[in-house]
């Protein structure tokens, strides 16, 4: 069992950066991959980015490449995404995820983070 916790978000300009973290408790952390998804006002969850469980391994939808880089600490438990260059289509509630499978579907995920708010004003 695994659970996790974002925090990070916020109210931020066009522009402007944001980074979010996901602090994990319960076993066997490192041995997880993460990913974060984020789900638009009035839109259906989506995949952002994911991270393998030893970081060697990174993909990014094509949206944020270039502007946001996921990021772990396995002696934290903790997961990271750095966003730069914010846009208002970035607004989103962001949530982190750990599975055993590293993939970009939320199938393949087994927990979940509460959420956290972003919100990119123009």
């Not at 259906?44 to 949206?63: G, L």
């Not at 730069?84 to 983070?113: F, H, I, Q």
Request: with cysteine; proline share 2%.
């Amino acid at each position: 069992q695994v659970q996790l916790v974002e925090s990070g978000g916020g109210l931020v300009q066009a522009g402007g950066s944001l980074r979010l973290s996901c602090a994990a408790s319960g076993r066997a952390f490192s041995t997880y991959a993460m990913g974060w998804f984020r789900q638009p006002p009035g839109k259906e969850r989506e995949f952002v980015a994911r991270i393998n469980w030893n970081s060697v391994n990174t993909y990014y939808t094509d949206s944020v490449k270039g502007r946001f880089i996921i990021s772990r600490d396995n002696g934290k438990n903790t997961v990271f995404l750095q966003m730069n260059s914010l846009k208002p289509e970035d607004t989103a509630v962001y949530y982190c995820a750990a599975g055993s499978r590293l993939g970009s579907s939320s199938l393949e995920y087994t927990y979940w983070g509460q959420g956290t708010q972003v919100t990119v004003s123009s």
